[in-house]
């Protein structure tokens, strides 16, 4: 397993020098040093390869999740955890090397049968979110007049790159800012304090 693990880590460092076209299972191999033919003993192809990088890393990101939601403090705590955990997942090396490689239709495939679908991981992480929600209306942190379903869109807006790259066209402004004036909406609201 040792072997196994070197190799992803090493062909990510090559995926992001390189990106997914030009990284051959060849210089892969030569950097671990080890034989073209034992990376084949562990991952059928490059495809399979990424996909198991990708699988690795939602694994982790999901343990992250549950961690920060275990942590005991409250929910509002948790909740801006949760949000700035999601923003430096989303935007860490790893994430913008794995979007970037997500679009072969072979990939997609490989990536959803892989340690569970995508989409269940994604179901999964939204049905914790919703969990942790309905516990802060419990103990009176977040609003009951307003249903868990539209707090989970909110959060999957805040937590969007693309919402982000869009906006930023053009501006001074940095993707970490609006994430952090994006979690203050999120509690504070837009009407200032004083009209309040």
């Known amino acids: 397993m040792e072997r196994e693990d070197l ?20 210089e892969i191999a030569t950097r671990v040093g080890i034989a073209k033919g034992t990376i084949y003993t562990h991952f059928s192809s490059k495809e399979e390869l990424v996909a198991s990088i990708f699988a690795r890393d939602m694994n982790k990101f999901i343990q992250g999740i549950d961690k920060l939601l275990d942590s005991g403090q409250s929910p509002r705590s948790r909740l801006e955890s949760l949000l700035n955990y999601f923003y430096d997942g ?3 090396r790893r994430a913008k090397l794995l979007t970037s490689t997500f679009t072969g239709v072979d990939l997609k495939r ?12 994604w179901d999964c992480i939204v049905s914790k979110v919703a969990k942790l929600i309905e516990e802060g209306k419990v103990a009176g942190e977040f609003r009951n007049d307003v249903s868990t379903q539209a707090m989970i869109f909110m959060i999957l807006s805040i937590i969007s790159p693309r919402v982000y790259d869009h906006v930023l066209i053009g501006d001074n402004f940095t993707a970490k800012e609006l994430h952090q004036q994006l979690i203050s909406l999120c509690f504070n609201g837009i009407i200032s304090p004083e009209d309040k």
């Open 110 to 121: 490989l990536i959803s049968s892989k340690n569970g679908s995508v989409h269940q991981m």
């Open 90 to 92: 989303l935007y860490s």
């Open 7 to 26: 190799i992803l880590q090493v062909a990510e460092d090559v995926l992001e020098e390189k990106g997914y076209y030009d990284t051959s299972m060849e």
